[in-house]
């Protein structure tokens, strides 16, 4: 297996990971023993990727972390409403 | 603010972001609204990238991807544990 196949699957398993999570939510609302401060920063963190990433004009880094910043969004957005 | 700085901020606060999540699971057990399924898969997508760091010799992404499997396979198992 070529190691840049498995660079781009850690890509896209570290973004697509976090569906199961928002499903969750969806479904259930129960956000009790989800940290904020932890997907807050994670958010942060994910989005100096982002700014990183357009800065060194990286597709990979650009994609795989808009699509990570728009999921964090969504949980971060699920634990405010419902906590 | 040189960009590298950008980025290597970027690697600390996604590296540290779960350590709230780690003491909020210390203190309450509380693990129902925590996706077991999303927490597994970025464990792997973060092993994924240690090895990929490991293969291509790349100390920030082995540092970091290790510090991250540690504290993300931690919380896997308080869901493990206390669910």
Do not use: D, H
């Not at 963190?45 to 990570?68: E, F, K, Q």
């Amino acid at each position: 297996m070529n190691i840049e196949w498995v660079g781009s699957l850690a890509a896209v398993i570290t973004t697509f990971c976090w569906l199961p999570q928002i499903v969750k939510l969806m479904r259930t609302r129960q956000t009790a023993g989800i940290s904020l401060a932890s997907n807050a920063f994670f958010a942060t963190g994910v989005a100096l990727w982002l700014v990183y990433g357009l800065a060194i004009g990286s597709l990979p880094l650009i994609g795989a972390n808009m699509l990570t910043l728009v999921f964090v969004l969504i949980i971060v957005g699920y634990k405010l409403r419902y906590s």
